[in-house]
């Protein structure tokens, strides 16, 4: 079955006529344009109302073409925008004064809980009247009044969890009492628990009982707003923005009583918190209440006598002021400014008596105020002018330059702000009392906003000199640190951020960055420091990443790798140079060949690999390989090819446990091998053609130690074909050897994406691959003909396929245009340089004779198949199968041999017989024959197409 | 059988003035028809004196308790005897809240030993099998509003140990000086009593400054009268040892019910006083008193 063929012409006849293309505006692909008109009025929980719309800008959209551009509805989000305004502009007016840049109290929350611990055993004392006591000659419907005899319960001995189990019990209670209508209890268990923060005695629990409490406050003041809310919410609910008019007497009446109630609680504390909590619900009762309560219950706060206590209540009264009226900015700045007045008395004889009394240090004490400060000047720097921070400013520098209060100004006004003035924060730092505050800490919280924002150009080196002096002081850590532990946490490392930050900004960078981690290290070396500090450490590795995008300055610093020495978890070792090698994939665009950042890269490289072990999940493996791939990709040396294929030699060794590097280094040492015939223009010299035989024996010696199969194949195929275009004949041959060799272990089904699927559909597109490679692959001179053909039909006739499978038959099919092909005279494609068969024999009869042998058999095997299918009522596989043969012959057949066009037409009408072909498709087919037989010597196909019937459906 | 008799006020708050009319509704809710002898309804404004043990003794002030005075009383019919039927009723009623002869409605007021309370009742009478129902609902009154225009008068007070009376030992007392004012003593009841106190300097930490509002009522009878003070409540502005050199706000909200107008009458006086308490650390009291005149405008 064979005929000489002139591809050449085939090629022109199939060309198709050049039809021009108009290029329309229509194209499927072309993007649609969705402009998104949003109109979004802040990010108020509850209250957003957001509406998009989209409108096509492509012409061609019939819907936006109908409805000329406005969509119904963004037509309705218009509509309800322009309403909107009359009935939301109380609510946008106050959405302006907060937004979302504001960082919330929940965001503070976990961080003081987390912060603010202690091993020592807490009491709860909760008096709770009991509900029917006698009652003394006071308010007799009132039942707030203290006077009542209860029963008094003390809670002993309890550990900071326990402490926090009981206040959420009181939590709850509240929620329980309040929803069964028990309003007395709910506020008598709200002035229990706000009494409890008149006790400071274990005080460095303090700020987290702060916490723990206002929770409960907040759950009250929802209670209560919600409430009077529902009663007024007949027949229609209030609108958010509802006025004093809209609530009806009952309602006013109810809030009414809460306010009398609260007024008479005897105790201040519980009396301002418990008034604090219920703000909101001034607005039940007229317009003016809450910017008058405001001021009123700052002013009380004066009456607190003990300083913490004091400003945790100002903290309460900031959070809920910001809450409920963030316009009102006057009671905040009133409320610091009494802080600013008070502040003396934290040196003041009964505080420092207590401190002695509890055992607990100055510096300790005064962390404990941070919270509340850095809250009150938070929202009082929010959006604030410029005049008036620096009032705050003047206004501390009056106190004397206080340690504490400069650290909460620097946390809470704007970087911006302190990094412009950054010169005279640091002459007050300077300036300061030594005492109570560690000066470390200031240059901590002063880096932060530095970190943020830069200082003005001119100062820069001054800052970075000056800051550096008392940086150098701090002493070591196991003095700095074992004390104050719990600050320690954000400070070294702010501290050594800042001089990154400034040394880069200041353009003397490697030399400074250097010496700070020179200092670092020897600061967290002694006693294992780095130990407690790897968080620090790595947002260190983070800030210095950010900045030094380039790799060889990066690790010229002497001291970047013993830096990374420090990080001695495993867990987080890996975890920095992950984040390394982000950066440099990211960043790296040319490639290299810097010894300095190979040998550091080869290293952090090397630390990922030894970090994979055998409960490593696949995910972390992919990544982890992913990185390492991506740096192999980034080495080059240039025209020096037996050093790259050194590089790779090496990294094999070093990166043997990941596979896809494997594979990466297969395809990196190939397309090596191609580069050097390409820089040789495909002839080599001897040199050159030993240094691709070596790529050629580096990939078969690696490839083995892949364990996926497919890999193994489809790099043996591709190096193989990299052999035979370097003229590595006797390699190439190996490697094809290697891959039929394997054919045989092919599992029958893998596992794809954790899937388990058959493995015939790749098995069968890999085979075909190897066919067309086969092509051109000369035989060898001491085998048989055809011996590499042979050897793989012979494996895919052992191979145990799958029952009730064709794939055996499709791989005979799809042998037999590779056996047309290769009787040729002059085959389709040729590897220059490398004689195929087609030169080798010329075109010996007797080398024809062997592929038509082979040809018979195969035909003849298919034809059994196609029998065996019949008898089994296989009909539409015997369909399928007898039409692709049908059409093997039809286009590398010579259908002038009488026998084969009988066959021909047989398969046909086999195909036809039951009818599962398609029509089209076999109309189509009949119309290429007819127009092939009109092809000068393709007349002999006129007679073949008279005799295919078309088998109608009829 | 259950049935619920219950006086509904129209007005939420539940104040009147002289002259204006009680309205409301009573509120009949029973499961099946109800029959009844009558339903009535009273209104009644009473002045209850009574003696403390203190100026008489036990006995006398239980039993010569002074009789109550009456300033308003009036009773209609709400309904003829007969049935109720099953499910919801409500019968609304009107009192025009006006005095006969000359007696003035004294605003409303709960104390120790003067209450003045008006109520309304109303009476369900039944079969004699069946229990009389009866329901009590209090509403409040609130004097006329005073003519005159109060004019605010502060008072200023300084507290040093020589100021003081009342101590045994002057000599053990620690140094200390409270300055301070109070922004008027002729209060409106509606609005807070406001001022300050400032604590310049004390030797002894202090441990609280509070505000007492105290009562002062005086019954006149045949035998004398008698006149006693007692707290009403007691108000912290100041816990622990607050900064000296601070002005303190004084704040107090007069509560409602337990104080009205100051009232003088020929037979009972109702009167009201402040004691700002400073209590030290080492307990020492120190108390200083201010006579309120309450008005309402």
């Not at chain 1, 603010?116 to 003394?136: P, R």
């Not at chain 1, 007024?232 to 958010?240: F, I, K």
């Not at chain 1, 420090?566 to 987080?572: A, G």
């Amino acid at each position: 079955c064979s005929n000489w063929r002139n591809y050449e012409a085939e090629l022109q006849r199939c060309r198709p006529e050049a039809a021009p293309v108009e290029f329309g505006d229509y194209h499927p692909l072309k993007p649609i344009m969705v402009t998104d008109t949003k109109s979004r009025r802040g990010a108020r929980k509850g209250s957003t109302s957001s509406s998009s719309s989209s409108s096509s800008s492509a012409p061609a959209d019939p819907l936006s073409s109908m409805l000329d551009g406005t969509d119904p509805l963004s037509m309705f989000a218009a509509a309800s925008v322009s309403e909107a305004p009359a009935m939301t502009h109380s609510r946008e007016k106050e959405e302006e004064v907060v937004g979302p840049d504001f960082e919330p109290w929940s965001s503070k929350r976990g961080e003081i809980l987390a912060r603010f611990t202690t091993t020592e055993k807490l009491s709860i004392n909760l008096f709770m009247g009991s509900d029917k006591g006698k009652t003394c000659g006071c308010i007799l419907d009132l039942p707030v009044c203290m006077c009542v005899q209860g029963s008094q319960r003390e809670l002993l001995n309890l550990s900071q969890q326990d402490y926090a189990n009981r206040i959420e019990e009181l939590n709850q209670s509240l929620k329980e009492a309040w929803a069964s209508d028990q309003k007395v209890k709910a506020l008598k268990i709200v002035i229990q628990c706000s009494k409890l923060l008149s006790d400071t005695s274990v005080i460095q629990f303090y700020p987290s009982k702060f916490v723990l409490i206002t929770d409960i406050l907040d759950t009250f003041g929802r209670l209560v707003y919600d409430r009077i809310w529902t009663m007024c919410s007949d027949p229609r609910p209030l609108p958010d923005s509802f006025t004093v008019d809209d609530v009806n007497d009952t309602a006013k009446e109810t809030c009414l009583n809460w306010f009398f109630k609260i007024a008479s609680i005897r105790e201040l504390l519980p009396r301002l918190y418990v008034e604090a909590a219920i703000l909101k619900c001034n607005r039940f009762l007229n317009k003016t209440g809450i910017q008058e309560t405001l001021p009123r219950l700052t002013a009380m706060i004066r009456g607190i006598g003990d300083p913490l206590v004091a400003a945790y209540t100002r903290a309460y009264l900031c959070r809920v002021g910001m809450e409920v009226a963030p316009h009102l900015k006057d009671s905040l700045n009133r409320n610091f400014f009494d802080l600013l007045g008070t502040f003396r008395q934290v040196s003041g004889e009964s505080v420092q008596n207590q401190l002695v009394q509890q055992r607990v240090e100055v510096p300790e004490y005064l962390t404990l105020y941070s919270p509340a400060i850095n809250w009150i000047l938070q929202c009082i720097a929010y959006r604030a002018p410029e005049p008036l921070l620096t009032e705050m400013m003047e206004r501390c520098k009056k106190l004397g330059n206080n340690a504490l209060l400069l650290n909460s100004v620097m946390r809470a006004f704007r970087p911006e702000f302190v990094a412009a003035r950054a010169t005279d924060f640091i002459g007050m730092i300077k300036d300061c009392d030594e005492a109570g505050f560690p000066k470390h800490l200031l240059f901590g919280s002063l880096g932060r906003s530095l970190a943020c924002a830069d200082p003005p150009e001119s100062e820069r080196l001054t800052i970075l000199n000056e800051a550096w002096k008392v940086v150098t002081k701090v002493r070591s850590p196991q003095v700095e640190y074992r004390c104050y532990d719990y600050i320690c946490d954000h400070t070294f490392y702010y501290v050594s951020i800042t001089f990154i930050h400034l040394s880069f900004i200041s353009r003397s960078q490697k030399r400074e960055v250097n010496t700070v981690l020179a200092d670092i290290i020897k600061h967290m070396t002694p006693d294992r420091a780095f130990e407690d500090a790897y968080p620090q450490l790595q947002s260190v590795i983070r800030k210095i990443l950010t900045y030094f995008q380039d790799f060889s300055v990066l690790f010229s610093m002497e001291r970047f790798l013993p830096f990374l020495d420090m990080f001695q978890k495993d867990s987080v070792r890996v975890e920095v140079c992950r984040s390394i090698m982000e950066v440099f994939i990211k960043h790296q665009v040319e490639l290299t060949r810097d010894p300095v950042i190979l040998n550091a890269m080869l290293h952090i490289c090397k630390t990922m690999h030894d970090s994979v072990n055998a409960l490593t999940l696949e995910d972390e493996k992919r990544s982890l390989a992913l990185l390492i791939i991506g740096f192999i990709r980034m080495v080059s040396f240039g025209r020096d090819f037996e050093q790259q294929l050194s590089f790779c030699v090496e990294a094999r060794a070093t990166f043997c446990n990941l596979e896809p590097v494997l594979v990466q280094l297969i395809h990196t040492v190939n397309q090596l091998a191609m580069e050097t015939c390409r820089v040789m223009r495909g002839s080599h010299s001897r040199k050159t053609a030993a240094f691709v035989r070596a790529c050629a024996a580096y990939s078969f010696i690696t490839i083995p130690s892949l364990s996926s199969i497919f890999s193994r194949l489809s790099l043996y195929l591709l190096s193989g074909q990299v052999a035979l275009a370097n003229q590595c004949l006797s390699q190439a041959d190996a490697f094809l050897k290697a891959a039929v060799g394997i054919l045989p272990d092919v599992p029958r089904s893998i596992s794809v994406e954790g899937k388990l699927r058959s493995s015939e559909s790749f098995l069968l597109d890999f085979i075909n691959n190897f066919l067309a490679t086969l092509l051109v692959v000369p035989d060898h001179p001491e085998h048989g003909v055809l011996y590499l053909v042979r050897g793989l039909l012979n494996m895919v006739q052992d191979y145990t396929w799958e029952d009730n499978s064709d794939a055996k038959v499709r791989v005979y099919v799809s042998a037999l245009p590779l056996l047309a092909a290769m009787s040729q005279e002059t085959y389709l494609y040729s590897i220059p340089k490398v004689d195929s068969n087609e030169t080798l024999y010329g075109g010996d009869p007797k080398f024809l004779s062997e592929i038509n042998k082979l040809c018979e058999t195969l035909i003849g095997q298919i034809l059994d198949n196609l029998k065996a299918l019949g008898r089994d009522e296989s009909t539409r596989r015997q369909g399928a199968l007898a039409f692709s043969l049908f059409g093997v012959l039809l286009a590398h057949g010579d259908l002038r041999n009488n026998k084969l066009s009988q066959l021909a037409v047989n398969l046909w009408n086999l195909c036809h017989k039951h009818g599962y072909c398609e029509t089209g498709i076999s109309v189509r087919t009949l119309e290429y024959i007819k127009h092939q037989a009109q092809q000068h010597d393709m007349t002999h196909l006129t007679d073949t197409v008279q005799r295919l019937a078309l088998q109608s459906r009829t | 059988m259950s049935v619920t008799l219950d006086i509904r006020l129209k007005r939420a708050n539940k104040v009147y003035h002289e002259g204006e009319v009680v309205a409301g509704v009573i509120l009949l809710v029973c499961k099946e028809a109800l029959q009844h002898h009558g339903i009535s309804l009273s209104m009644e404004g009473l002045v209850n004196l009574q003696l403390s043990s203190k100026s008489v003794g036990v006995f006398e002030a239980f039993y010569n308790s002074v009789k109550p005075i009456q300033l308003i009383s009036s009773n209609i019919e709400v309904a003829k005897a007969g049935k109720v039927p099953a499910g919801k009723t409500e019968i609304p009623f009107e009192f025009p809240l006006i005095t006969k002869g000359n007696k003035v409605l004294y605003e409303t007021y709960h104390g120790v030993f003067v209450n003045i309370q008006y109520t309304l009742r109303c009476d369900m009478k039944r079969s004699l099998l069946a229990k009389d129902l009866s329901r009590n609902c209090e509403f409040i009154v609130h004097c006329q509003p005073q003519k005159a225009k109060v004019v605010p008068t502060p008072v200023n007070f300084t507290i040093t140990p020589d100021t003081l009376q009342n101590i045994r030992e002057r000599s053990s007392l620690p140094k200390f000086l409270i300055r301070g004012h109070l922004d008027a003593t002729n209060c409106v009841i509606s609005q807070p009593l406001t001022g300050e106190v400032v604590v310049e300097n004390s030797d002894v930490a202090i441990k609280s400054i509070e505000l007492q509002l105290v009562r002062v009522e005086t019954c006149g009878c045949a035998e004398g009268y008698a006149r006693d003070a007692t707290e009403i409540q007691n108000i912290q502005i100041a816990e622990g040892d607050v900064c000296h050199g601070l002005a303190i706000p004084i704040y107090m909200v007069f509560p409602r019910l337990f104080t009205c107008p100051t009232l003088e009458t020929t037979n009972f006086k109702v009167e009201f006083e402040v004691n700002i308490v400073i209590v030290l650390h080492d307990d020492h009291l120190i108390t200083e008193n201010f006579p309120l005149k309450l008005c309402r405008v």
